[in-house]
């Protein structure tokens, strides 16, 4: 039971009084306005925060965990010079040690800034899943594939079958598995067509970054005479649910695929803005019927994992762009954060809610930040003016795991220490 002093449902549902929540475990069982009725005495689980407003997890659709062990080691570049010249060479010295503890950074670095469930497309995954697990955070993993070669090919099938078989559902069902191919120009056509069976075979859904860049889709069309998206459909990946990361340049065409082969994209649109690769037409997207979340990619393009930022940029920078200020209002903008996203990367039909029968993942803010006040629109106050600084507690299916600002499941002084050591290690 939480008693709260105002609670966000969803887009449609701001209650701006006091209300109580009802929890059943891992899932909300219900909600009421007013305060509890402690009538025969109070509830044995009753959290009384009646200077808090409760919000659903916010949902990250798109990123790399562990790069937050690269976060600015590669700022101002362009992304194909940021990944040859700075990214690719670190990361060859990436151990699975230094994956598990990025990955429990980035879990740090999250929960406290009201993020509650992410995915994460990466390498050596068992040991971020590790980290998953013990954070008490929610996540939906891939092992990020390539097929440079046979032999890359093949590792990934057996590294991806693995994974599923090692993660798939663990930690109480907090963690769910996709299979990770990166994109077109690093998997060669066969080799998506094999990961599109290989997930058929597992059931489990994809996902993979399309479309990010200009030349990545000059590239396509002059190899294959198609472009990213195109291709993708032609060698059978849009036969799997498929969430698409990015999706900056796209043709009328493209998006009429991706409409109606039903494909999920993960919007980032800071790491778009940073790398330089511009600006996705999400109003487009919307307007087609395209199920859209917000990521941040990962930390070392961003260069943080704060989705209230992402939530009010993707609110604000779509109006400047059409130069019409009621493209993407509030409410739109917390549901691509919330259940929209959610349901861009394939969890339960509630989740990224507070209403019944949906996930126990709750976000309760300091109401009593200047960002809340007045209350003259209690959700337009959530998109346009909180932060991560507001974020006070966070529950991940039904668990409590940050207490007035600080965490609960992640010993941050050991993570601080790690992250200097391995940092030392990558520079040397």
């Excluded at 998506?192 to 994809?206: G, N, Q, R, S, Y």
């Amino acid at each position: 039971m939480i008693e709260v002093g105002g609670a966000i449902i969803d887009k449609d549902t701001v209650i701006a009084e006091p209300v109580y929540l009802v929890l059943d475990g891992d899932i909300i069982e219900r909600y009421e306005r007013g305060t509890y009725p402690c009538e025969g005495g109070e509830p044995v689980n009753l959290i009384r925060k009646p200077n808090r407003v409760a919000i659903p997890g916010l949902v990250n659709t798109h990123g790399h965990a562990a790069m937050t062990l690269l976060r600015g080691a590669g700022d101002d570049l362009p992304l194909m010079t940021w990944l040859n010249e700075r990214i690719f060479p670190l990361e060859d010295k990436l151990t699975e040690d230094a994956i598990y503890w990025g990955t429990q950074l980035a879990a740090w670095e999250m929960l406290v800034s009201g993020t509650t469930t992410y995915t994460d497309m990466y390498m050596m995954m068992d040991h971020a899943a590790k980290a998953v697990a013990e954070s008490g955070i929610r996540a939906v993993l891939s092992v990020g594939v390539v097929g440079f070669n046979d032999v890359s090919r093949e590792n990934g099938m057996q590294r991806s079958r693995s994974f599923h078989g090692n993660w798939h559902r663990q930690a109480s069902g907090r963690i769910t598995v996709t299979l990770g191919p990166h994109a077109p120009y690093t998997c060669p056509p066969d080799y998506l067509t094999e990961i599109a069976e290989l997930a058929k075979e597992l059931d489990v859904p994809i996902q993979i970054h399309l479309s990010e860049t200009q030349t990545e889709v000059v590239n396509s069309q002059g190899d294959h005479s198609l472009t990213p998206i195109a291709l993708a459909e032609k060698v059978g990946l849009f036969d799997v649910p498929t969430l698409a990361a990015h999706c900056v340049h796209v043709t009328d065409a493209d998006l009429d695929i991706m409409a109606r082969r039903g494909v999920r994209i993960a919007h980032n649109p800071q790491s778009n803005l940073k790398l330089g690769s511009g600006i996705a037409p999400l109003p487009k997207m919307l307007e087609k019927g395209i199920v859209v979340g917000l990521g941040t990619d990962g930390a070392a393009s961003n260069n943080n994992l704060d989705m209230f930022e992402e939530m009010r940029l993707a609110a604000t920078l779509h109006k400047g762009v059409a130069q019409d200020a009621e493209v993407i209002p509030a409410a739109v903008a917390f549901d691509l954060a919330t259940a929209m996203g959610a349901k861009a990367c394939f969890l339960g039909q509630l989740h990224g809610t507070l209403k019944p029968g949906a996930a126990a993942d709750i976000v309760l803010l300091d109401a009593a930040s200047p960002h809340l006040l007045p209350q003259h629109n209690l959700l337009s106050n959530v998109v346009y003016a909180c932060g991560a600084d507001d974020v006070r507690d966070v529950f991940v299916a039904g668990r409590q795991v940050v207490s007035g600002g600080e965490p609960l499941t992640i010993d941050v002084e050991r993570v601080r220490a790690e992250v200097a050591r391995i940092k030392e290690q990558l520079v040397k």
